[in-house]
């Protein structure tokens, strides 16, 4: 019996090989692609957190040595802000006691008597205490682009301090690095139960609050 050979046209076989392969490297180029994006996300996400809690870190570090703990400038391990009274009791504050202070923008001579005033009445001094106007610590442009920090500072009747300090201006709980700034009050009294000495030393307390 005799074999008939049955001829194929195979032409265009190379050019579905061809048309294969640059799918495949397609495919593969995009997932690289989509990788390498990813990855230069998180990597700008990881830059962008370290510059936020840097820009935390020092606004708290700031306020500490502002309103407690060890003074930048003077290298004090207190904050001893004098008090004086008159025959009328009126208070007065003695200047030369804010000298370790001088050149930082919250123990001044009228803010302390505002401060005496709101105590005398059993209430809270608050600066700063809304979003529209809150202490704002804005980092210099050499700093290298940090973020804003806004505070808010409170002195409750007993002259302890609480600063709320936070990245985000209405104080979100879920605001990366939200930290709060304790400073404990050790007032000296005279024979009639008024303050004569202010002073915060070494016991602040930094308390980074962890986003909701």
Same mark, same amino acid.
């Given at each position: 019996?005799?074999?008939?050979?049955?001829?194929?046209?195979?032409?265009?076989?190379?050019?579905?090989?061809?048309?294969?392969?640059?799918?495949?490297?397609?495919? @593969?180029?995009?997932? @690289?692609?989509?990788?390498?994006? @990813?990855?230069?996300?998180?990597?700008?996400?990881?830059?962008?957190?370290?510059?936020?809690?840097?820009?935390?870190?020092?606004? $708290?570090?700031?306020? $500490?040595?502002?309103?407690?703990?060890?003074?930048?400038?003077?290298?004090?391990?207190?904050?001893?802000?004098?008090?004086?009274?008159?025959?009328?009791?009126? $208070?007065?504050?003695?200047?030369?006691?804010?000298?370790?202070?001088?050149?930082?923008?919250?123990?001044?001579?009228?803010?302390?008597?505002?401060?005496?005033?709101?105590?005398?009445?059993?209430?809270?001094?608050?600066?700063?205490?809304?979003?529209?106007?809150?202490?704002?610590?804005?980092?210099?442009?050499?700093?290298?682009?940090?973020?804003? @920090?806004?505070?808010?500072?409170?002195?409750?009747?007993?002259?302890?301090?609480?600063?709320?300090?936070?990245?985000?201006?209405?104080?979100?709980?879920?605001?990366?690095?939200?930290?709060?700034?304790?400073?404990?009050?050790?007032?000296?009294?005279?024979?009639?139960?008024?303050?004569?000495?202010?002073?915060?030393?070494?016991?602040?307390?930094?308390?980074?609050?962890?986003?909701?």
């Amino acid at each position: 019996m005799k074999r008939v050979r049955i001829l194929r046209d195979t032409s265009g076989a190379s050019i579905v090989i061809a048309l294969v392969f640059f799918l495949i490297c397609g495919i @593969v180029g995009s997932v @690289v692609m989509t990788a390498a994006s @990813v990855q230069a996300k998180a990597a700008q996400t990881h830059v962008d957190l370290q510059q936020k809690e840097y820009a935390m870190q020092s606004a $708290a570090k700031l306020m $500490a040595q502002q309103l407690g703990g060890e003074d930048a400038v003077w290298e004090e391990k207190s904050v001893v802000v004098k008090i004086a009274y008159d025959t009328a009791g009126e $208070a007065s504050v003695d200047t030369n006691s804010l000298r370790s202070v001088i050149g930082q923008n919250f123990w001044t001579e009228q803010r302390t008597k505002d401060i005496l005033a709101a105590r005398a009445e059993g209430k809270d001094y608050v600066l700063g205490g809304s979003a529209s106007n809150r202490l704002l610590i804005d980092p210099p442009s050499e700093a290298g682009g940090l973020a804003p @920090v806004y505070g808010c500072i409170t002195v409750d009747p007993d002259l302890n301090i609480t600063v709320e300090l936070s990245l985000d201006s209405a104080f979100a709980a879920d605001s990366p690095y939200n930290t709060t700034i304790s400073v404990q009050c050790t007032p000296t009294f005279d024979n009639q139960g008024r303050v004569t000495v202010i002073e915060y030393g070494d016991n602040t307390v930094v308390k980074k609050t962890e986003a909701a």
